[in-house]
């Protein structure tokens, strides 16, 4: 509600993505889903929803949210939410450069193989699995009914990683031993990625950090975490953020207006001593125009809004924090 009342509610000009983990951040989880599901509905072409690890049964039952249902609904809830889940796209191409997606890439992870993936078939205990079961003791029925198991897992596995990875700072990638699930990705596997399929940015959540935003691998290379909860599960002071992609006139007039700002504040003597509030929008990264335009299926990757025509490549990203809600602890 804060970026909806300082930024605009979504319009068809003013598209909103919203990247995954709606649920298990706190104590309204049901009514941030409720919002964005009837915003989802009342403009489908403009309110977009990544899946996010936590838009699921094993992980949701767990943190909060099957609770919550249970205290605020009657009968099967949390079921008829987790439904939907399954239908949750996996990421989003914005403008046909910048992937979103909820947790990370893989160096086997194409966006071919992630569209192709049977989204809706998602279980978290199969994509975890690493495959290297023998059996060459079993009997040829249940051999051949394994290597059907292991052909399906094969196709779940992309969804675990574009759900669950982190970014790390070494190069390659690694068992995520820290969540036991998925994996870790260096900046050499982002940069192949972005390489492979032509884009120029991936912008991935996931993971608290402190500002909001996080450049993995250096400011403007590659990947850059957005997390938008601030003060994360009530209990953390972190600030929240959100990315806009925007024109080359939309960063100069926000900058313009952002120094407006920053002069009246300079002006005013309350402001010294005062957490920064909403840091002036700094252009931070640039997408060079160019790409031909995608078509738009609803499959399991956006490629773009539904049913909107694709907008003019963006020319610049910005990342704005949002203000502490609470002072922070001295
Ligand atoms: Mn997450």
Redesign the pocket.
């Known amino acids: 509600m804060h970026i909806f009342r300082t930024h605009g509610f979504p319009a068809a000009d003013r598209p909103f993505l919203f990247n ?2 709606f649920v298990d951040r706190g104590t309204q989880s049901v009514e941030v889903l409720l919002t964005l599901y009837a915003w989802q509905q009342l403009l489908p072409g403009s309110v977009l929803l990544n899946r ?3 838009e699921e049964r094993s992980v949701n039952v767990r943190n909060g949210f099957e609770h919550e249902c249970a205290q605020k609904y009657d009968g099967d809830m949390h079921e008829r939410f987790v439904a939907t889940f399954a239908w949750l796209p996996l990421g989003t191409v914005v403008n046909g450069k910048v992937l979103v997606v ?2 990370g890439v893989d160096d086997d992870l194409t966006l071919a193989t992630l569209e192709a993936a049977p989204r809706n078939e998602y279980v978290i205990s199969e994509g975890l699995r690493n495959n290297t079961r023998r059996g060459s003791l079993m009997h040829p029925a249940m051999l051949a009914q394994q290597a059907a198991q292991n052909e399906r897992e094969e196709r779940i596995r992309p969804i675990t990683w574009v ?2 990875n982190d970014p790390m700072e070494d190069e390659g990638t690694c068992a995520n031993d820290v969540r036991s699930i998925g994996r870790f990705f260096g900046p050499d596997v982002a940069g192949r990625f972005l390489r492979r399929e032509a884009l120029g940015l991936i912008v991935r ?3 608290q950090v402190q500002a909001g935003v996080h450049w993995p691998y250096g400011a403007g290379r590659h990947l850059v975490t957005v997390f938008s909860a601030s003060n994360y599960s009530g209990k953390m002071q972190n600030q929240g953020a959100f990315a806009l992609l925007g024109s080359a006139a939309d960063a100069a007039a926000a900058a313009a207006a952002a120094a407006a700002a920053a002069a009246r504040a300079a002006a005013s003597s309350v402001a010294a001593e005062e957490d920064e509030v909403d840091t002036p929008p700094t252009p931070m990264w640039t997408v060079r125009p160019g790409t031909q335009p995608l078509p738009c299926p609803l499959h399991a990757l956006h490629r773009c809004a539904r049913g909107a025509p694709v907008p003019p490549p963006p020319s610049l990203l910005r990342l704005w924090t949002v203000p502490k809600p609470f002072p922070r602890r001295r």
Request: hydrophobic share 15%; aromatic share 8%; net charge negative.
């Open positions: 995954g983990d996010g690890n936590h909820h947790g759900l669950w959540s996931h993971e």
